[in-house]
């Protein structure tokens, strides 16, 4: 079995733990941020549940799509907002496929801290575009992820794509 290391993510994911008692959530801050802003991440507003850039990527162009209820059951969310969050899914999918050409995706859901919840009290689906070769020797020997497009650029480029798609 291969193993894909992330110590990149340790010092994130620590960070938030210590902070978390402090703030409110930072998923449960969207509803009130414009998509058409540059100063934030946020791609596309759902009715139930958005798509969002991850700040701290694991690779290029990596969505996650979040539900507005605050919720970190699985179970807890209902019929629409399961079918909305799988068509955002859908989308967020065709836009990568569309604007980065990825050969592959990981996309899932890690439901609490022990399943790899970097964030664990508010459920997040990731969709993660994947390449052939994507990871090399730079986060294993130098503790390094090498993101090779701008997190803007990509958002605006992403969110024309979905836009267009879901009026």
């Known amino acids: ?44 507003k759902g009715k139930l549940s958005y798509i969002i850039m991850n700040l701290y990527p694991y690779n290029n162009g990596h969505l996650m799509v979040i539900p507005y209820k605050h919720t970190s059951n699985f179970q807890d969310l209902n019929n629409e907002e399961l079918i909305e969050m799988m068509d955002l899914l859908k989308l967020a999918q065709q836009a990568l496929t ?3 050409h990825p050969e592959g995706f990981n996309i899932g859901l890690n439901q609490g801290k022990c399943a790899g919840a970097g964030i664990d009290q508010h459920l997040h689906f990731h969709i993660v575009p994947r390449w052939n070769g994507d990871t090399n020797f730079m986060p294993v020997l130098g503790e390094v992820k090498i993101i090779s497009q701008d997190l803007i650029d990509t958002k605006k480029k992403l969110q024309n794509y979905i836009v267009s798609k879901h009026l």
């Open 98 to 100: 569309e604007i980065l």
């Open 1 to 44: 079995m291969n193993n894909m290391w992330s110590p990149w993510r340790s010092q994130y994911i620590e960070s938030f733990h210590k902070e978390k008692k402090e703030e409110k959530c930072i998923f449960c801050n969207m509803e009130d941020v414009d998509p058409k802003g540059l100063d934030n991440l946020l791609i596309y």
